[in-house]
């Protein structure tokens, strides 16, 4: 059922967030479940949520209902964070072997 792409509905939703108002991107449940802290993953349901990248907020993930918010404290930073960083992941300084190899052209 699931990995398979074929089936494009990935319309990419945007809700605003409910606490800094910006535009958030929708992201699927299972990519919130990986990164919240254990106690929490239970909560976590199989509906749409929603990932504020504003550095200024506090909020990380909310669902389409926004009654469920999981803020900053509420992630496990122990977790592979790759997908909620906040921190531009674009450009590397160092010369990293790994960033020349991603290089295309
Ligand atoms: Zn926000």
Redesign the pocket.
Known sequence: MSGCGCNRKAEVTLKN?P??K?K?KSLNYMAVKLVVKEDLQKFVCQDQYYI?N?ED?D?VFFNEGEEQIFLTRDINLAADFQEVTKKDKGSCEKSCKGCERGKRG
């Open positions: 967030c606490l800094c910006e958030c504020c504003s907020c909020v």
